[in-house]
């Protein structure tokens, strides 16, 4: 006679006080914390020094109300870029026809706008219709035939710019109308009042800082229920405080000039959408798989074709969005628009702590990566550095965001 033993009930205690541990858990020892995620924690580390660097380099400027809406606004297309480069990027892929594709973007936007007078928002759909094809072509390529995306998208670099050139028959349109141009060069300013200041953009930033803090102590409530290492509470505290203040501060400077750029209420909107879809869907632990071992994600089930396939379509949708974004912000389609996109959105992978190999990346870190650049760029361009030089330092900033993620494999790999 066999006997059977119920089965155990959930621990409904150490649930329960997940929350009152996450009070006490954790380590105070700052090079432990560091050392625990070098490649996430240098970059951040990174980003505050070169934003000092150049506040002084500048006398403030650099740190102006002025000039921080101006870097919004000059830069978002390529963070928008830099969200679907690093979700390709951890799939272990790479996509060189992003600047391309943009052109092409714009340049159907233009035509149907400008040239044959539809509404504005016909223009938006068409660029974004035009993204997502070419993303199902790029898709289709590098997951149901085979081909290395490196190869496809050196193609579409080719061809994609080739048709830009043939839809605008290689002139320059503009202008686009007033609604078009809001979708870069627009802000929302004045709805809750305000001495001097923009009411309405400091209230989203308090926002944005609630939000932040509730995301983080939840994060820290889960990793200490499943025994992961966090830091100490008071550590926790200073951390999500510094962050709060540095939003705060963003959203102070940009309430003093012109308000809340629209344009950052779209990159906002992406950042905290596709960091959800990264983090907590079956998609994004399916992509981090492929990246990191695809023998063992295909053995597990992943239905690798279809992820790559669709992987590709996503990197499409958001460059059409940053086409849209682009040709807004220039009033314009030209030929030659996009050009070196690309490498920006790369390099803003990859110095975001995204590795080589793939399997690894973050989007928080992508936009990191390209704010970075795009600091460094607008600080260059304050201090008056030729053309040239700025592309020499952007080369080496990227050869050495490479180079610390060898260092970070090859010092994990020792350490086994």
């Known amino acids: ?39 996430q924690s240098g970059i951040y580390v990174a980003f505050i020094v070169i934003v000092a660097l150049f506040a002084i380099l500048t006398d403030g400027v650099s740190l102006s109300p002025g000039n921080i809406t101006n870097i919004v606004l000059q830069y978002s297309y390529i963070l928008v870029l830099a969200i679907g480069m690093v979700i390709v990027i951890i799939a272990g892929h790479i996509d060189l026809s992003v600047g391309s594709v943009v052109a092409l973007t714009g340049a159907v936007s233009a035509v149907l706008v400008i040239q044959q007078g539809q509404p504005w928002w016909v223009g938006v759909l068409a660029a974004l219709a035009v993204g997502v094809a070419v993303g199902a072509w790029h898709g289709f390529w590098v997951a149901y035939v085979g081909m290395p995306a490196f190869i496809v998208t050196l193609a579409g670099m080719l061809l994609f710019r080739g048709l830009t050139l043939q839809v605008l028959d290689n002139i320059s349109l503009s ?32 926002l944005a800082v609630a939000g932040y803090a509730v995301s983080e102590f939840r994060t820290r409530v889960a990793r200490i229920r499943y025994q992961q290492p966090v830091e100490s509470f008071p550590l926790f505290v200073a951390r999500v405080a510094l962050v709060g203040a540095i939003i705060m501060f963003f959203g102070w400077q940009l309430a003093h000039a012109r308000g809340l750029p629209i344009v950052l209420i779209i990159l906002a909107a992406l950042v905290i959408g596709y960091g959800l879809v990264t983090r907590r869907t079956v998609f994004g632990r399916q992509v981090y798989a492929i990246g990191g071992n695809l023998s063992a994600a295909m053995l597990s089930g992943v239905k690798v074709r279809s992820v790559n396939f669709w992987i590709f379509v996503n990197m499409g949708f958001l460059t059409g969005v940053a086409g849209v974004i682009y040709s807004s912000r220039a009033n314009g389609a030209q030929p030659a628009a996009g050009n070196m996109f690309e490498l920006d959105a790369i390099a803003a992978a990859f110095i975001g702590g995204a590795a080589v190999s793939g399997g690894v990346g973050t989007v928080v870190g992508a936009m990191v990566g390209g704010l970075i650049m795009a600091v460094m760029s607008n600080g260059m361009q304050l201090m008056g550095v030729d053309q040239s030089t700025q592309s020499v330092i952007k080369g080496l900033v990227l050869l050495l965001a490479v180079a610390f993620d060898i260092y970070n494999k090859r010092r994990a790999g020792a350490s086994r």
């Open 1 to 39: 006679m066999t006997s059977t033993r119920p089965a155990p009930e959930p621990d409904t205690a150490s649930s329960a006080s997940a929350p009152a541990a996450a009070l006490h858990t954790g380590t105070s020892d700052p090079r432990t914390l560091i050392m625990r995620n070098l490649r």
């Open 175 to 206: 202008p686009f109308p007033a609604e078009y141009q809001r979708a870069a060069n627009g802000f929302l300013n004045g709805l809750l009042g305000g001495q001097g200041y923009d009411a309405f953009t400091l209230l989203i930033a308090a």
